[in-house]
């Protein structure tokens, strides 16, 4: 488990936060594709499952989309328009 992570809260609700910083700094920007669920996990040290539950509550606050089969993404200012 990464470091920067703690046991007193939801491992994925951690995640889900870290991942939506990365997105508001830009480090994942509009239209980029978010680093796959292996590669996530691999990076925090957690079950594929858990980066999985951390990316469906993002997609539920409309800050990314899947692909199947490609991947996942980062919305774009227009895509969150159309959404909300």
């Known amino acids: ?3 920067d992570l703690d046991r ?3 491992i994925w609700k951690q995640i889900a936060a870290i991942v939506e910083q990365r997105i508001e700094d830009g480090i994942y920007g509009p239209g ?3 680093p796959g669920l292996h590669e996530l ?3 925090f040290g957690v079950a594929v499952s858990t980066i999985q539950k951390a990316l469906a509550h993002l997609k539920t606050l409309g800050l990314i989309r899947s ?3 490609l991947g996942t993404y980062v ?3 227009e ?3 159309q959404q909300g």
């Open 79 to 81: 895509e969150r328009q």
């Open 67 to 69: 692909e199947l089969g």
């Open 8 to 10: 007193s809260r939801p």
């Open 75 to 77: 919305l774009t200012p």
């Open 41 to 43: 996990a691999a990076e």
């Open 32 to 34: 980029s594709r978010v």
């Open 1 to 3: 488990m990464s470091p």
